[in-house]
Each structure stands twice: as structure tokens, then as C-alpha cells.
């Protein structure tokens, strides 16, 4: 049999075994993504650890602190600031950051947080103190650049990256909300006018532009109806005129008589007196074929002639 004082030995060995496996698996430390382990030993910074599997050496090493190394947000709460023409005003802001240095962030300073949320109050009072109420409400990129860069110097000491800052919400007192809303409802009202006044002028624009294109195009009706009618006396007279010249060549190429040309030359001054002057120059020529004429009726008609 197994005496007592064996299985003592037994009992103190298998806890022994087991207390260093289990002090050796608590110091067996894994790093997630991200983060990093600030660690001590004997009291002293010792290192930082990055992502992966390191074994921390017992009572000797210790965490002293892990550090998310992702981007973070702060949102502060309003804080108020007084704007150059004395304006109080309540703004919040936003603050992006991160830890570039584990070792600075641990050590730099005591509370990083209350550190940049204080600083960012009193750099923004700044600022402002600077500025009038409406450059204030209309100059928001200008502000969180300006605040960004001076965050960015200030904790660069203390490990920490500054990304970005925004101004969440400006509040302006109660009397001034209620001014820049009757403003924007005068400004408002002034623009509905103009457009108005400016519809107006169009169509009275368009009224006109139709009135003178109404006109242009009745003119033209007149001009192209006055062109056609010329044309049409035009193309009349031509074809008189061709007739006149046909009759005048067939005569030519007829080779007609004295007699016959006497009397077509009567006929002619017919057509002539025929008119309504009052006044007739007969030619000499004339005068003498008109007698011939009468003397060749008589004669036909068997008549004496007259003395």
C-alpha cells in the first residue's frame, strides 16, 4: 500500500504542476487587431506589444495599460462662447482621432480624454472670441481647420493624432434665432417678387416677340402677294409683247402691200384716238393714207366724191 506521506507528495506535486501550468497560461497574452499592450516590469516601461502572442514574464512584467490604436470619436457636450460683437453662443463639437504611440499615450499625459476635451473648449473660445456672428455661422470649414491644427500640435506630445474636428451644432440665443428667421422670411419674400417681376417681363417679352413676328410675317404676305401680281403683269406684258413681234415677223415674211400697211396704219390711229385726250397730232403720212382711204370707199361704193 501507498503510504500517507506518498500521496502528500503526490497531491503537492500534481497542484505544484498545476499552479505553474496555470500561472504559465495566464501570462501567455494575445494582442488582438488593432490594439496594442503597454508593459511594465519592475515598475519601468518595458515594451509595446502589437498584435500577436507574447508571454509576460510572472510578477515581474506587467500590463500597464492597452490601447486601442483605431480611429476614435469624441463628442463633447455644447460649450459656451462668446463671439467678438458679444454674442453668446452654444457650440459642440466632434473630434476625430488616434493613438500613434502607445508608449506617449500611456505616459503623456494623465487623462488624455478630459485633456483633449478641455483643450478643444478652450482653443474653440479662442477662436470665436475672434470672430463676428456671422462669420461664425458661415465660416465652419475655417474653424475646424483652425481647431484641428492646433489639437494636432498639442497632442502630438501625448501620442495622439488628430483627424478631424467638426462643429456639430451652433446655437445661437433665442432673440437672434428669431431675428435670422424674420431676415430669412423678408429674404425669402424678396426673391418670390423677383421672381415674379421676372415672369412677368418674360411674358410680356414673349407678347411682344409674337406681335413682331405676326407683323414680319404679313408684311411678307404682302411683299411675296405684290411680287406674284408684278410677276403675273410682267409675264402678261412679255407675252403681249412676243405676240406683237410674231404678228409684226409673219407680216415681215408676208411681204405686204402699200395698201395693206395704210390700212393697218389706220387702224392703228383708231385704236389711238380711241382714248380720252383731247388732243391729237396727226402725222402728215397719215393725213394722206386717211384721204386715200375715203377715196377707195367711194369709189367702191359707186359715191362722188366731195368737193
Avoid at 482621432?97 to 482653443?123: M, W
Avoid at 422670411?185 to 415674379?196: G, T, V
Avoid at 402728215?284 to 384721204?291: D, E, P, T, V
Wanted: avoid cysteine; hydrophobic fraction near 45%; glycine fraction near 4%.
Amino acid at each position: 500500500m501507498i503510504g500517507i506521506e506518498t500521496v502528500v507528495t503526490m497531491v503537492v506535486v500534481i497542484a505544484l504542476v498545476a499552479f505553474i501550468l496555470a500561472l504559465i497560461i495566464s501570462n501567455i497574452k494575445i494582442v488582438p487587431q488593432a490594439h496594442a499592450f503597454v508593459v511594465e516590469r519592475l515598475g519601468a516601461f518595458h515594451a509595446a506589444w502589437g498584435t500577436g502572442l507574447h508571454l509576460k514574464i510572472p510578477f515581474i512584467d506587467r500590463i500597464a495599460k492597452k490601447v486601442s490604436l483605431k480611429e476614435q470619436v469624441l463628442d463633447f457636450p455644447p460649450q459656451p462662447v462668446i463671439t467678438k460683437d458679444n454674442v453668446t453662443m452654444q457650440i459642440d463639437t466632434v473630434v476625430y482621432f488616434q493613438i500613434t504611440d502607445p508608449k506617449l499615450y500611456a505616459y503623456g499625459v494623465e487623462n488624455p480624454i478630459s485633456a483633449i476635451e478641455n483643450l478643444s473648449a478652450t482653443t474653440l473660445r479662442n477662436i470665436i472670441g475672434e470672430m463676428e456672428l456671422d462669420h461664425t455661422l458661415t465660416s465652419r470649414d475655417l474653424i475646424n481647420s483652425k481647431i484641428r491644427v492646433i489639437l494636432d500640435e498639442a497632442t502630438d506630445p501625448w501620442g495622439i493624432k488628430v483627424n478631424r474636428v467638426e462643429l456639430k451644432n451652433i446655437i445661437p440665443p433665442r432673440e437672434i434665432q428669431d431675428s435670422m428667421e424674420k431676415q430669412m422670411k423678408a429674404e425669402r419674400e424678396r426673391r418670390a417678387k423677383i421672381l415674379d417681376a421676372e415672369g412677368e417681363k418674360r411674358s410680356a417679352i414673349l407678347i411682344a416677340e409674337g406681335q413682331k413676328e405676326s407683323a414680319v410675317l404679313k408684311a411678307e404676305a404682302v411683299k411675296e402677294t405684290k411680287i406674284r401680281e408684278a410677276q403675273g403683269e410682267a409675264e402678261a406684258i412679255l407675252t403681249v409683247q412676243k405676240a406683237r413681234a410674231e404678228a409684226v415677223r409673219l407680216m415681215n415674211e408676208a411681204h405686204p402691200s402699200q395698201e395693206v400697211i395704210a390700212i393697218k396704219s389706220l387702224e392703228a390711229f383708231e385704236k389711238a384716238a380711241d382714248g380720252k385726250s383731247t388732243k391729237i397730232i396727226i402725222p402728215s403720212n397719215i393725213q394722206g393714207l386717211a384721204g386715200l382711204a375715203v377715196s377707195l370707199r367711194e369709189l367702191v361704193s359707186g359715191e362722188e366724191p366731195k368737193q
